[in-house]
C-alpha cells in the first residue's frame, strides 16, 4: 500500500511510519514541522520507500501519484501545545481535515482520523463508551481542541455518508512512550522531565483525579487493526487502567530515584476529572487489547529522555 501519513514527524505518526514501512508499505510523510521534529525521522529519512513533503495541511495539495490511504495524524495534542495555538489547533482539524477528506476523495483512497479520547470532555459517564456523546464546554481553552476534533468527526463521517468515503476515526487517549517532548505538557512526560532535573514534580490539584495510559505501541497495533476492518464509526484505543495523579508524580519519582519535591499548583480550569476508555468494542471488534505493562512502558519512556538529556547526567534506573 501507499499511505499519505499526515503528521509524520510527531510522536505518534512517526511510530506510525516506522511500522508501516517495516511492513513493507509506501509512506508519504507530510508535516509542516509546528510540533514535529526532524529528529523524530532520522530512522526513516534515508528509506527507499519514505518521502517527506513539507507543507501545511490546512492549504489544499496535489500528490503526483494515487495513494490508498490518507492518514491524519497533524495536530497540537497536549494542553501546553494547543493552548500555544489555539487557531492552528482548530484549522488543522476543520480546514486540514477538510483539504484530507477532499484528497482522499478525489484519489479514491481510504481516509483515517486520528480523533481523542478528549472529544468526551469532563465526562459525567465513566468509563467512556462510543455511544456517550460527551459533556465539553465550548468556550474553554481546552475547547480549541476538544470540539475541533468533535468538528472533524462529523465532517468524516459527512464524507462517508455523502460520497461513501471508507473512513476510520479512532479515538485516542492518552499515549506515552519514547519521542514524546517534554514541552507539550502532557503529564507523563513532563513528570519524567521535573524528576531527572531535580525539579518539583507539579500536582495539580490534590492529584486525585485520574487518567489511562496508553503505551504507544500498543497504540499502533489498534491503529493497524483498524485499518483492516470496515467499520466506519469512531472507535476508543486506550488501555483502561486507571491511575491517580499524585500515584504516578509519586511512581516517577521513584523509578528516576530523585528527590524532587511533590508541588501542589492550583487545578486548571475545565481539567476533566477523569478519563477512561470503555474498549468494549475495540476487542471485540479488533481483537486487540493494550499489552504493554505500564512499569515496562515507563522505563522505555524514561530510557529515551535520558539518551536525550545531557550525557553528564547522574539519573539512575530503580530496576
Ligand atoms: P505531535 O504534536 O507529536 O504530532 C503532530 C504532528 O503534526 C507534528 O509533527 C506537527 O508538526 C504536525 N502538524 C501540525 N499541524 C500541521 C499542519 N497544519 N500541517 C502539517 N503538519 C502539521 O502529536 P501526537 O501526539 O503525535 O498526535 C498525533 C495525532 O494523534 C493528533 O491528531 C492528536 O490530536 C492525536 N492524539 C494524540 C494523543 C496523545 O496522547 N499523544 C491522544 C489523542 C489523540
Ligand atoms: N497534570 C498535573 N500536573 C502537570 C500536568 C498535568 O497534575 O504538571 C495532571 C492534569 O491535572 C491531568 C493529568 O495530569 O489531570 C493529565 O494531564 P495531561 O495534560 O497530560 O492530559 P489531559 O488533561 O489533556 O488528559
Known amino acids: 500500500m501507499r499511505v499519505l501519513l499526515v503528521g ?130 465550548p468556550n474553554s481553552p481546552r475547547s480549541v481542541y476538544d470540539e475541533a476534533k468533535r468538528f472533524a468527526e462529523s465532517l468524516t463521517q459527512a464524507y462517508h455518508r455523502k460520497f461513501g468515503l471508507d473512513v476510520r476515526i479512532a479515538r485516542i487517549f492518552n499515549t506515552y512512550g519514547p519521542r514524546m517532548y517534554s514541552n507539550n505538557g502532557c503529564v507523563i512526560i513532563k513528570f519524567i522531565t521535573q524528576a531527572i532535573n531535580g525539579q518539583p514534580i507539579t500536582v495539580y490539584g490534590n492529584g486525585s483525579q485520574t487518567r489511562s495510559f496508553q503505551f504507544v ?50 487545578l486548571p480550569k475545565d481539567e476533566p476529572q477523569t478519563r477512561c476508555p470503555d474498549i468494549t468494542l475495540a476487542k471485540k471488534l479488533l481483537e486487540w487489547d493494550p499489552q504493554v505493562d505500564f512499569l515496562t512502558g515507563l522505563r522505555q519512556t524514561l530510557d529515551h529522555v535520558q539518551s536525550q538529556t545531557a550525557a553528564n547526567s547522574t539519573v539512575m534506573i530503580d530496576a
Not at 13 to 37: E, K, P, W
Not at 225 to 251: D, T, W
Request: with cysteine.
Open 8 to 137: 509524520v514527524a510527531g510522536f505518534i505518526g512517526s511510530h506510525l511510519a516506522d511500522r508501516l514501512l517495516n511492513n513493507d508499505h509506501q509512506v508519504i510523510g507530510v508535516d509542516n514541522f509546528n510540533t514535529g521534529r526532524r529528529e523524530n525521522l532520522a530512522q526513516v529519512h534515508e528509506h527507499p520507500e519514505f518521502q517527506l513533503i513539507e507543507h501545511d495541511i490546512v492549504e489544499s495539495f496535489n500528490l503526483d501519484k494515487p495513494v490508498d490511504w490518507v492518514m491524519h495524524f497533524a495536530s497540537p495534542t497536549g494542553p501546553g501545545k494547543f493552548m500555544e495555538y489555539p487557531i492552528q489547533t482548530l484549522r488543522v482539524n476543520s480546514e486540514g481535515t477538510r483539504c484530507l477528506l477532499e484528497l482522499a476523495h478525489r484519489y479514491n483512497a481510504k481516509f483515517f482520523l486520528a480523533s481523542t479520547g478528549k472529544v468526551y470532555g469532563d465526562p459525567d459517564l465513566h468509563p467512556q463508551s462510543e455511544s456517550y456523546f460527551g459533556n465539553v464546554n
Open 217 to 266: 505501541d500498543d497504540l499502533i497495533d489498534g491503529i493497524l487493526s483498524l485499518m483492516n476492518v470496515k467499520f466506519h464509526k469512531p472507535v476508543n484505543l486506550g488501555c483502561p487502567e486507571e491511575r491517580q495523579i499524585l500515584e504516578l508524580a509519586y511512581l516517577i519519582r521513584k523509578l528516576t530515584r530523585s528527590a524532587s519535591e511533590i508541588q501542589y499548583l492550583p
